[in-house]
């Protein structure tokens, strides 16, 4: 006799109950910070959660946070779940994808990378981190240092090309610390993705040091200043994401305390 392969109903429909997903995300916080930080007031009108519900509940998530031109694409759950969810035809057609790595081939059915990298999603709690070395150039920054964080920036092209223009708001609504040069230009910086105080999560990024200062611990600086500043802010898990190739980051990382948490794909991609 044949075993018959028995197939999965789901539901698939937008998600408006914030507790129903946070309880979905925390079971694995280190995985969804991003998510959980548009659970917050100041990005919930920019963000849509679809859910698949099945016989057992909520079974996987996916979300388009609408805050930049490019809409950002998430998706969480099981496969079967998040297979359903990517054949969507609300989808935009072109997205930056935020995929962990086990699903990252069920995205590829839907969508074609343009370009992708491999990453580590890192994080820290207040009792693991390890406080870094200061520097007497070392500063909280705000929104008045937003065109020298740009300019500083744009002396190489960010991940997949990307360029990004800082604004005050950025700058005065994250945490941002940078270290200046005794003439006062700034030579490296270190920023958020996400501060969501209520859900109690913060995501670590825009960290970048001017070539021809590296190698001298301004980057591990300039990190350890933002994680500082979060755990002070009562946040209870810092996330930070990193290229899987980039030896020297991922040490400078460990000794802050920040350990591997799981393997994410990062892309520009279109639907198929």
């Not at 997205?95 to 069920?106: H, M, Q």
């Not at 992708?116 to 999603?121: A, D, P, Q, T």
């Not at 020298?148 to 604004?167: I, K, N």
């Not at 030579?187 to 590296?214: D, F, M, N």
């Amino acid at each position: 006799m044949t075993a018959v392969a028995k197939t999965t109903e789901y539901q698939v429909q937008r998600v408006q109950d914030r507790n129903l997903l946070r309880e979905f995300f925390t079971r694995n916080r280190g995985l969804h910070v991003y998510m959980l930080g548009d659970l917050e007031d100041a990005m919930w009108e920019i963000s849509e959660f679809t859910g698949a519900f099945n016989g057992q509940g909520l079974e996987g998530v996916s979300l388009i946070w609408r805050g930049v031109q490019t809409p950002v694409c998430l998706v969480t759950g099981s496969p079967d779940a998040v297979n359903m969810l990517l054949q969507q035809p609300q989808l935009p057609e072109k997205v930056w994808a935020i995929i962990p790595g086990d699903l990252f081939s069920t995205f590829e059915q839907y969508y074609a990378p343009e370009e992708s990298g491999k990453l580590w999603r890192m994080v820290v709690t207040p009792t693991e981190f390890v406080d870094g070395p200061s520097n007497p150039y070392l500063r909280r920054l705000t929104g008045a240092d937003a065109e020298a964080v740009t300019r500083l920036e744009s002396m190489e092209r960010g991940a997949f090309g990307r360029d990004t223009t800082y604004t005050p708001a950025m700058l005065d609504n994250g945490v941002f610390f940078g270290i200046t040069d005794k003439e006062g230009q700034m030579i490296s910086v270190a920023g958020t993705h996400v501060v969501a105080t209520k859900e109690r999560v913060g995501a670590v990024g825009h960290v970048y040091t001017a070539p021809s200062e590296r190698g001298r611990g301004y980057a591990t600086m300039t990190t350890a200043a933002v994680t500082r500043e979060l755990f002070r802010m009562d946040i209870s898990l810092v996330a930070l994401n990193v290229f899987q190739t980039n030896t020297p980051a991922i040490r400078a990382y460990n000794k802050l305390g920040y350990r591997i948490h799981a393997p994410i794909h990062e892309c520009v991609a279109i639907k198929r």
